[in-house]
């Protein structure tokens, strides 16, 4: 069995040697072709030759196949299959065998008696059977090689690989095979225009227009808008036209290109592929203005004492945020920023909007105040509105302690160190239970207000407590019904937004 094993082995043995015996016959005949081709390849995997016209690319693609017939030509005339003895040679030369023992087992005298037969027989005997080794590849072109072509087509090779991933098959069919099209007449161009999301508009396939519609349509798109564009067809790279600008495309594939970019203020754009226009888009690409707004009369009193509002809104894309600048005129440093909801209103298109809101309870209820108004697009571009003097209402009051307490909470706006002297009336006012009705939650809380403004000097939470005083006021003039009332006017007007937004999911939840 061992005997058996050895003998497989050493057949091995033979065969790997009389094959690199092979190789060595073609590999001188390989050079200089293969780095020739090995160069050319990579060149394409890298996308060279497809970025080059195909005046440059075919001679390049011809000499390469001429090279490489020549080649295989030299390889074809060159190769011969080595011998048995041949093949012995290289095992006693890689295993250091000097007195050639597998040549001298494998051979013998051809001629003599047979005394001379036995002789050698005995010769052969007195061998010991011998470790082989296998040899190893000796291939080397080092001295045709002066100039290391064969390392810089390598390298080229494992770069182009690299740069051409999963499309490196395609790249290579491209490299070979070029498309003799140029730049076709029939090349699908495909233009898809996704405006930004403020802008509330869903994405555009401008190439679905024809000529007639394109012409009869006056549809500008915002700068910032995502163009994706892709040409099939032409070896040519395409190339887009706009704001002055020639942006390549980038090719994907065979015959194939895509090009991703933010549109830029422009009157238009083109697809060029050579000398050919693929495809032209003719509506302008404009900057996104500023909102603009304006009081569109002058803010009046109602009967609940609210401000009515009246303004005019524009907007070439839409709005998203509207705020009331309230500036006390003996205070300018203390403005105030009150939130309106914004509405939905028509892009490119002038709204008039009223709206109400209760200041009753703000520090500058019954004193001269400027009202201005600001309107915020999608990209916070601000309009501003030219200002307004008014006075800003004050609700008045009839019960009695609900007009202390009014007045006492004035003291704490507007009177320096007043803090512990309203604390002080405050806690009288919690003594006399008649005064708030014995209502037992006025009394908590006017006691509450008494030991805050008695304890802190925290301007948050003094004005928590005028909040508080407002409160209690408020109830006991009409039971809280001025605190229900703002809460129904404030959750209609976010309503009325909602329905305005087509927010149906904000809308129902505002109802509940």
């Known amino acids: 069995m061992r005997r058996t094993l050895n003998k497989i082995k050493f057949q091995t043995v033979l065969a790997w040697a009389r094959l690199l015996g092979a190789a060595q ?4 005949a390989l050079w200089p072709g293969l780095p020739v081709l090995l160069l050319f390849c990579g060149i394409g995997l890298a996308g060279g030759w497809q970025a080059l016209p195909l005046w440059l690319h075919l001679p390049a693609l011809l000499a390469t196949l001429g090279v490489t017939g020549w080649m295989m030509w030299r390889v074809v005339r060159g190769f011969h299959w080595p011998s048995l003895r041949q093949g012995l040679i290289r095992i006693e030369h890689a295993s250091g065998l000097g007195y050639q023992p597998l040549r001298k087992r494998s051979g013998g005298p051809v001629h003599g008696d047979a005394a001379a037969q036995a002789l050698w027989q005995a010769h052969l005997s007195r061998l010991k059977t011998p470790t082989v080794k296998a040899p190893w590849p000796g291939i080397s072109q080092a001295r045709s ?11 080229a090779l494992i770069t182009g690989l690299s740069l051409a991933g999963r499309h490196a098959p395609e790249r290579l069919v491209q490299t070979f095979l070029p498309d003799m099209g140029g730049a076709p007449a029939n ?10 999301k403020y802008v509330g508009v869903s994405p555009l396939v401008l190439s679905a227009f024809s000529a007639e519609e394109q012409a009869q349509t006056d549809m500008p798109l915002p700068v910032g808008t995502t163009l994706e564009l892709s040409v099939a067809g032409g070896w040519r790279t395409p190339s887009l036209k706009m704001a002055q600008r020639e942006i390549e495309f980038e090719r994907v594939g065979k ?7 933010s549109a830029m203020q422009s009157d238009g754009l083109e697809v060029q592929q050579g000398s050919r226009i693929q495809f032209r888009w003719n509506s302008p690409i404009v900057v996104d203005q500023a909102p603009a707004i304006a009081f569109s009369e002058l803010p009046k009193r109602t009967t609940n004492h609210a401000l009515q509002i009246s303004y005019e809104v524009f907007d070439d894309y839409g709005i998203e945020d509207i705020t009331l600048l309230l500036t006390p005129q003996e205070a300018q440093t203390q403005r105030q920023r009150i939130a309106i909801a ?3 209103v028509e892009p490119g298109a002038l709204e008039t909007r009223r709206i109400y809101k209760n200041l009753t309870a703000s520090k500058w209820a019954g004193r001269p105040v400027t009202l201005a108004l600001t309107a915020t697009d999608g990209l916070q571009q601000v309009g501003k509105s030219g200002p307004i003097e008014a006075i800003l209402p004050e609700r008045p009051f009839s019960h009695p302690l609900a007009k202390q307490l009014i007045a006492q909470r004035k003291r704490l ?28 939650w006025a009394y908590a809380m006017l006691r509450s207000a008494y030991y805050r403004l008695g304890k802190h000097r925290d301007t948050k939470i003094v004005a928590q407590v005028t909040d508080q005083m407002w409160a209690i006021a408020t109830f006991l003039e009409d039971g809280g019904l001025t605190a229900q009332r703002d809460a129904l006017r404030q959750s209609l007007e976010e309503m009325m937004s909602a329905l305005e937004n087509q927010d149906a999911q904000a809308f129902d939840a505002l109802a509940q």
């Open 145 to 155: 090689d002066r100039y290391a072509l064969s390392a810089l087509a390598l390298v």
């Open 25 to 28: 016959s073609i590999w001188p």
């Open 255 to 261: 015959s194939r290109y895509v090009l991703r970019i």
């Open 187 to 196: 090349a699908v161009v495909t233009v898809t225009a996704t405006p930004p």
């Open 342 to 344: 914004a509405p939905q």
């Open 413 to 440: 706006f507007f009177e320096s160190g007043s803090r512990l002297k309203v604390a002080k009336k405050l806690g009288e006012m919690s003594q006399s239970p008649a005064q708030f009705d014995d209502s037992l």
